[in-house]
């Protein structure tokens, strides 16, 4: 019997603590032994890559990762999702591959915007949520504010694990309610380090919100949070080390193992014997001198092992997986068996999707990891016009990897790149540069959105290609894809061709 895994993300608006509890997290978990080393480490691998400059640039993350540690028997797999507010499929990707999640929240500030994003794709796939509001060793808002403001903007019940005896400069410490034990600052509210435990002694204002939490809020019930329907929440400071360890302990006991995924012909359950898992990220360009790719694969079922022989459903012969990649904290190591809810990390060359299935079964297709209608729609325009196939194999590698989307049209050379955020198009910017020595402009396109185009009915869908060839194109699988000036025209025009099928994602 493998130890239980426990595969999950952190979710989060920039600055309300996600790298600062990730330190702390691999910290207890005994994954790295100095604060401060997760950023140190990527700033080293920062360096070493040519393209990650724009990460540099501007401070943010544009790439997810994966980190792995064992605590008292059970395997942690944390995958990074990019911090930055650009909402991207690189992030919505990661989370399907998690089977919970962390929300952490500033105290002072609530449920912020991306927070909510996020958790709305949580959400779609009923993932678990644990609630950890950071920073209460500042000034914070009222308790019952705040987990009245994630129950009413999240519709979720609520139910505090721990509660704060104080904030900011009256910070006490804070209460287990579920051991009842209190963990105090060790040294003055403002300058503390660590902390004891010992039995409390609470304030009366304090002991009678608690009172009135227990009345008021719904109790724990472990059904219901791995439903999605409660989150349970802890209070707490990363960066003063109230709550990591509770956070890494209430994940061992409450979140849920490894999940059946949804696939076709029936969803893979983790137990089942045959080794079946997809690809939800591929890295490329890891090192500038190589054209390497890691493909990161959630293993769903069966035990992989060094070597083995996995087809990718849909194109394909088998592949020899001889060199696959733990990823604990510190290091990377070759993996000789992995278990469901681990990630691999799988070298190739260019020959694994985001999306793919790769299983010992023929036939098995993971579902649900789909292409987003791309809401920002722009012409690439070449400084050098010799540079065309570089450029088109430069847009087929980098659609291949999710950063963008690419849209030959019928008519025309005009090649069209989609993206869902802002942010995509400076990284696509700069990756043509220095991987692809392409030098490039966006110029604003016609066109504002795209939809996948079908039908059953062959004599319709012709009619309306016939007559809309100027606004259609070929998505890099060479799917039909309708350019749309505006959200409106899709809506009228879908209204004209009832039998044809508009749609805004693409399951791939
Ligand atoms: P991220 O953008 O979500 O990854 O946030 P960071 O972990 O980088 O934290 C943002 C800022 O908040 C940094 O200056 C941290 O030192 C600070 N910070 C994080 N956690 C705490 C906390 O518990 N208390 C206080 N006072 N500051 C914190």
């Given at each position: 019997?493998?130890?239980?895994?426990?595969?999950?993300?952190?979710?989060?608006?920039?600055?309300?603590?996600?790298?600062?509890?990730?330190?702390?997290?691999?910290?207890?978990?005994?994954?790295?032994?100095?604060?401060?080393?997760?950023?140190?480490?990527?700033?080293?691998?920062?360096?070493?890559?040519?393209?990650?400059?724009?990460?540099?640039?501007?401070?943010?993350?544009?790439?997810?990762?994966?980190?792995?540690?064992?605590?008292?028997?059970?395997?942690?797999?944390?995958?990074?999702?990019?911090?930055?507010?650009?909402?991207?499929?690189?992030?919505?990707?990661?989370?399907?591959?998690?089977?919970?999640?962390?929300?952490?929240?500033?105290?002072?500030?609530?449920?912020?915007?991306?927070?909510?994003?996020?958790?709305?794709?949580?959400?779609?796939?009923?993932?678990?949520?644990?609630?950890?509001?950071?920073?209460?060793?500042?000034?914070?808002?009222?308790?019952?504010?705040?987990?009245?403001?994630?129950?009413?903007?999240?519709?979720?019940?609520?139910?505090?694990?721990?509660?704060?005896?104080?904030?900011?400069?009256?910070?006490?410490?804070?209460?287990?309610?579920?051991?009842?034990?209190?963990?105090?600052?060790?040294?003055?509210?403002?300058?503390?380090?660590?902390?004891?435990?010992?039995?409390?002694?609470?304030?009366?204002?304090?002991?009678?919100?608690?009172?009135?939490?227990?009345?008021?809020?719904?109790?724990?019930?472990?059904?219901?949070?791995?439903?999605?329907?409660?989150?349970?929440?802890?209070?707490?400071?990363?960066?003063?080390?109230?709550?990591?360890?509770?956070?890494?302990?209430?994940?061992?006991?409450?979140?849920?193992?490894?999940?059946?995924?949804?696939?076709?012909?029936?969803?893979?359950?983790?137990?089942?014997?045959?080794?079946?898992?997809?690809?939800?990220?591929v890295?490329?360009?890891?090192?500038?001198?190589?054209?390497?790719?890691?493909?990161?694969?959630?293993?769903?079922?069966?035990?992989?092992?060094?070597?083995?022989?996995?087809?990718?459903?849909?194109?394909?012969?088998?592949?020899?997986?001889?060199?696959?990649?733990?990823?604990?904290?510190?290091?990377?190591?070759?993996?000789?068996?992995?278990?469901?809810?681990?990630?691999?990390?799988?070298?190739?060359?260019g020959?694994?999707r985001v999306?793919?299935?790769?299983?010992?079964?023929?036939?098995?297709?993971?579902?649900?990891?789909?292409?987003?209608?791309?809401?920002?729609?722009?012409?690439?325009?070449?400084?050098?016009?010799?540079?065309?196939?570089?450029?088109?194999?430069?847009?087929d590698d980098l659609s291949e990897e999710g950063?963008?989307?690419?849209?030959?049209?019928?008519?025309?050379?005009?090649?069209?790149?989609?993206?869902?955020?802002?942010?995509?198009?400076?990284?696509?910017?700069?990756?043509?540069?220095?991987?692809?020595?392409?030098?490039?402009?966006?110029?604003?396109?016609?066109?504002?959105?795209?939809?996948?185009?079908?039908?059953?009915?062959?004599?319709?869908?012709?009619?309306?290609?016939?007559?809309?060839?100027?606004?259609?194109?070929?998505?890099r699988?060479?799917?039909?894809?309708?350019?749309?000036?505006?959200?409106?025209?899709?809506?009228?025009?879908?209204?004209?061709?009832?039998?044809?099928?508009?749609?805004?994602?693409?399951?791939?």
């Amino acid at each position: 019997m493998p130890s239980p895994r426990r595969t999950f993300a952190i979710i989060s608006h920039p600055d309300a603590g996600k790298t600062t509890l990730t330190e702390k997290l691999l910290y207890v978990g005994g994954a790295i032994h100095l604060a401060g080393e997760v950023k140190a480490r990527g700033q080293n691998r920062r360096a070493r890559s040519d393209w990650m400059k724009i990460e540099q640039q501007r401070g943010i993350s544009v790439t997810s990762s994966v980190m792995t540690f064992e605590k008292d028997g059970v395997f942690f797999n944390l995958l990074d999702t990019p911090g930055h507010e650009d909402f991207s499929e690189d992030t919505y990707r990661t989370l399907t591959a998690v089977d919970s999640a962390v929300m952490v929240i500033d105290a002072a500030r609530g449920i912020e915007a991306q927070t909510r994003k996020l958790f709305e794709v949580c959400r779609l796939r009923n993932v678990p949520i644990i609630t950890f509001v950071n920073k209460v060793d500042r000034e914070g808002r009222p308790v019952f504010e705040l987990l009245d403001e994630i129950a009413d903007m999240l519709a979720l019940d609520v139910c505090p694990m721990s509660w704060p005896v104080g904030m900011g400069g009256t910070f006490q410490g804070v209460l287990d309610l579920k051991t009842n034990r209190i963990s105090r600052p060790d040294g003055d509210s403002r300058t503390f380090q660590g902390r004891v435990e010992e039995a409390p002694e609470l304030p009366p204002e304090i002991a009678e919100e608690i009172e009135l939490a227990q009345a008021g809020y719904a109790a724990f019930d472990p059904e219901a949070y791995r439903a999605g329907d409660l989150t349970p929440v802890y209070f707490g400071s990363a960066l003063k080390d109230f709550g990591p360890a509770e956070l890494i302990a209430a994940l061992a006991e409450y979140a849920p193992p490894p999940r059946p995924q949804p696939a076709e012909p029936a969803p893979v359950q983790p137990d089942e014997k045959d080794v079946t898992g997809f690809v939800f990220k591929v890295q490329a360009n890891m090192d500038p001198q190589h054209r390497d790719r890691i493909a990161f694969m959630r293993l769903c079922s069966g035990t992989f092992k060094r070597g083995m022989k996995l087809t990718p459903t849909g194109h394909g012969k088998p592949i020899a997986v001889h060199s696959p990649i733990l990823f604990f904290a510190q290091d990377r190591e070759i993996a000789d068996e992995a278990f469901p809810g681990d990630i691999i990390g799988i070298p190739n060359h260019g020959t694994l999707r985001v999306g793919d299935t790769l299983s010992e079964k023929p036939g098995v297709r993971i579902t649900g990891l789909p292409n987003f209608a791309p809401e920002i729609l722009r012409r690439v325009a070449l400084k050098d016009p010799t540079k065309t196939k570089q450029l088109r194999k430069a847009l087929d590698d980098l659609s291949e990897e999710g950063v963008i989307q690419v849209f030959y049209p019928e008519i025309g050379s005009n090649w069209i790149i989609g993206v869902v955020g802002q942010l995509q198009l400076e990284v696509l910017l700069s990756r043509l540069e220095a991987e692809y020595k392409v030098a490039a402009n966006l110029e604003p396109s016609p066109f504002d959105t795209a939809r996948w185009i079908s039908s059953d009915d062959p004599a319709a869908l012709k009619e309306f290609t016939d007559l809309n060839r100027g606004a259609l194109a070929k998505d890099r699988d060479g799917n039909p894809v309708f350019l749309a000036k505006s959200a409106w025209e899709v809506g009228y025009i879908a209204d004209r061709y009832s039998k044809v099928t508009f749609a805004a994602t693409r399951e791939r």
